[in-house]
T-cell receptor, first 115, second 114 residues
Framework: KNQVEQSPQSLIILEGKNCTLQ??????????LRWYKQDTGRGPVSLTI?????NTKSNGRYTATLDADTKQSSLHITASQLSDSASYIC??????????????FGKGTKLSVIP | KAGVTQTPRYLIKTRGQQVTLSCSPI?????VSWYQQTPGQGLQFLFE???????NKGNFPGRFSGRQFSNSRSEMNVSTLELGDSALYLC?????????????FGPGTRLTVL
């Protein structure tokens, strides 16, 4: 069964500090992995999307890494800001054959950045 | 380019009523997907439409239905509303395939069932 597990479930950090969020998946065959940021009550916003051949991708202060061998990804946030307070969702796309893809969503990590 | 738009943004209904939500995808995008998001369950996939045809469907009862028009705009309908249908309903669009292409989400419709 395809699964995406994110850790920790929630995290509180001081403004200016760095943090790393984890995503482990069992989706196979793998197509791509996405990280989204979702502010409370709003739609998710894409941060990065990575295919099998990409092992790191950056978007400003956000850097995602992918290890397709161990089926793990991480999202590193540098010099956190109050506006980084949000839920971060990991989504893995699997190729189920005949040009069909299935998305498996993690439950998200809720990050709170405090002054 | 305008983003994904959803109307209405907020909706209050009572049990037993029905509701229709609307989504306009990014111009040129042909795949439109719908998701239900509740605090305990995260994002749950409802269905995906491509070229006016339902391409994929999640595990939701038949009370949840949708359609897509020739201009790629989509609507979803929930009949005989239950208290448990209270949620944020999100629409997302992709150029062709939600699994292969990046998805862009709308702001959502917050449905409250009393």
């Amino acid at each position: 069964k395809n699964q995406v597990e994110q850790s920790p479930q929630s995290l509180i950090i001081l403004e200016g500090k760095n943090c790393t969020l984890q995503c482990n998946y069992t989706v196979s065959p793998f197509s791509n992995l996405r990280w989204y940021k979702q502010d409370t009550g709003r739609g998710p916003v894409s941060l990065t999307i990575m295919t099998f051949s990409e092992n790191t991708k950056s978007n400003g202060r956000y850097t995602a890494t992918l290890d397709a061998d161990t089926k793990q990804s991480s999202l590193h946030i540098t010099a956190s800001q109050l506006s980084d307070s949000a839920s971060y969702i990991c989504v893995v796309s699997g190729n189920s054959g005949a040009g069909s893809y299935q998305l498996t969503f993690g439950k998200g990590t809720k990050l709170s950045v405090i002054p | 380019k305008a983003g994904v738009t959803q109307t209405p943004r907020y909706l209050i209904k009572t049990r037993g009523q029905q509701v229709t939500l609307s989504c306009s995808p990014i111009s040129g995008h042909r795949s439109v997907s719908w998701y239900q998001q509740t605090p305990g369950q995260g994002l749950q996939f409802l269905f995906e439409y491509f070229s006016e045809t339902q391409r994929n469907k999640g595990n939701f009862p038949g009370r949840f239905s949708g359609r897509q028009f020739s201009n790629s705009r989509s609507e979803m309908n929930v009949s005989t509303l239950e208290l448990g249908d209270s949620a944020l309903y999100l629409c997302a669009s992709s150029p062709r395939d939600r699994g292969r292409d990046e998805q862009f989400f709308g702001p959502g419709t917050r449905l409250t069932v009393l």
